[in-house]
């Protein structure tokens, strides 16, 4: 690119070169808004919520599991979980509110999801305790019901699974006969 001389037209600017600038001087205006009001401007991926698909129920053991692999999983009524109904897109890795309890986990042996808050793992169809990987599930809970979610989801505190509640029976639980009932009444968001 030359210098320009006295008299000649200023080149136009390309596209890429116009947005750049109207980006930053947009960004500039909301952090400085930001400062004005006293709020800590946070970065753009903090506000994007993290959420995991292919959680489904189980119609053998009324359990929760993962169904992102090519096998099932272990289910205590026999052998892998067969799935049903919604396909829930449960979050994770968010803060933990008064309606939203973390410490859910995906164990590796049985593809269920667990509370993993306790000294002990509770008991894994698989056999002895579950094992605990990956996320730290945040499940909603004691909210109201709206049509991209369903409630009836119940802490189990002899396997220490999530179960659904929501039948005239309770299932199939790994330590023995049918789950229990404890805790809150999770919400669950569905696709």
């Not at 019901?145 to 659904?164: D, H, I, S, V």
């Amino acid at each position: 690119m030359g210098f320009l001389t006295r008299g000649a037209a200023a080149p136009e600017p390309d596209r890429r070169a116009v947005l750049t600038r109207a980006l930053g001087v947009a960004t500039a205006g909301l952090v400085g808004a930001a400062v004005a009001t006293g709020a800590a401007a946070a970065p753009a991926a903090a506000a994007v919520r993290a959420n995991q698909t292919n959680w489904r129920f189980c119609t053998k053991c009324y359990g929760m599991f993962f169904r992102g692999y090519p096998t099932d999983g272990a289910c205590p009524a026999g052998a892998g979980h067969d799935a049903q109904g919604y396909d829930f897109n449960l979050p994770y890795n968010v803060p933990e509110t008064p309606t939203a309890q973390h410490n859910w986990r995906f164990c590796t042996k049985c593809y269920g999801m667990f509370f993993w808050g306790y000294p002990d793992n509770g008991r894994c169809p698989a056999g002895n305790a579950h094992a605990a990987q990956g996320y730290d599930f945040v499940l909603p809970h004691d909210i109201p019901e709206t049509a991209g979610t369903q409630r009836n989801w119940r802490f189990c505190p002899k396997c220490y699974g999530l179960y659904y509640y929501g039948y005239p029976t309770n299932g199939r639980c790994p330590a023995g006969n049918a789950h229990s009932v404890q805790g809150y009444d999770f919400v669950l968001p569905h696709l």
